[in-house]
């Protein structure tokens, strides 16, 4: 694609970046036919190519957004299954975000947006004030009529209860019955996820410790950034960025890291990403490039490096039918798809891919609370493929599908990592006792 930033607009890292982008770019359109949003609405405009040249006309020309940009990059999802078909390598992903920032700088949101999105940007990185919101929304569920639509929507999304931790509060977790760990990794601990689904964190401490790993979650990092970053509100998430990039570093030279887990897949890909936001600081670009480095997805993590010990156990004949999920951060933003399967199917149960598995669940980070129409459309097309395989239970590696898709079906749901924790000697999943 032709481009005409001038060489002052080029000095500018983002603009430079940016420019590359859309330079590989042939607007050949094959990025479309696996668009959620552009299959849903069919518009140009509501596809990646349409998005491109909305992002590229408003750079290069140092335009401020305007109500029809705001409505058409709102929409998209940063699933990033445009990236997994564009044959030209594009970007996307880099190119959004930038847009993203830019519509932040140059735009005035209308008041009851601003008020939602900033609502939303000072309450979910933060657990405690995310655990005070949702206990005040079950004292309001009742009453939830009298509320704005989009109000309502996001009362109706919070979960009705939040598990109690069953593992103390530590920094270090140990690993079992060795005297020398034969690893040491940083796990990340989530912020909405410690609060509604803390056997998340708990599965995968077990496991790894099971195998000899020990575990550090320092009680300094909770969210990795990403809520804010896909926000467009990128001095706030870069301080989180910058706080998590200096205690896990600091962590990595004094103590030892091998890896730093995420079981998240959402928040796996930004930290993969840190190197790039930090690419031009001088004082952050090693560090950050370091952390990401060293980030992996649980999922990976335990098939290159963990001799799984699987287990046989009274459900080892049961043959589970086990739709495997596949979240959009997963598989086209950090390309792990095959993984996760097989570690499953080493379980000894039948897993299968879901039909059409490459198209989002509507969850996206906040867009189900933001974009609720298009995201319950997402969803209904979601469980209606995921009752094509008629599982037992779903797994995924990512909260924010998992919450998604519990509220549109009754079957259980539940994270790779508690199955796998499961089948080498943890104990059995209590959404899944009825089985
Ligand atoms: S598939 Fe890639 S090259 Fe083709 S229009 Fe989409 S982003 Fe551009
Ligand atoms: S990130 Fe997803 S929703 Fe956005 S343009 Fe790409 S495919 Fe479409």
Redesign the pocket.
Known sequence: METHFSKEQLKDKDNSSSEKILRK???????NATCPTYNLLGDELDG??GR?YLIKDMLENNKPANDKIVKHIDRCLSCYS?MT????N?N?MHLIDHGRNHIEKTYTRPLSDRFIRNFLSQVMPHPLRFRIIGILTLLVKPINFIFPKKLREMIKLMPINFPKKTLPKMKVYPAEKRKKPVARVALLAGCVQQVISPQINEATIRLLNRHGVEVIVPKEIDCCGSLNHHLGKSDLAKKTFKKNILIWYDEYLNNGLDAIISNTSGCGTTLKDYGFVFRSDDDLKKKAKKISELTKDISEYLDDNIKLNFIKNKESNKGYRIAYHSACSMQHGQKIHDVPINLIKKTGNKVFDVPEGHICCGSAGTYNLLQTDIAKKLLKNKISNINKINPQFITTGNIGCITQIANGTKIPILHTVEVIDWYTGGPKPKILKHL
């Open positions: 770019c042939v607007h050949c359109g094959f990025c990646p190519r491109i445009c078909t564009c044959p030209s594009v996307y």
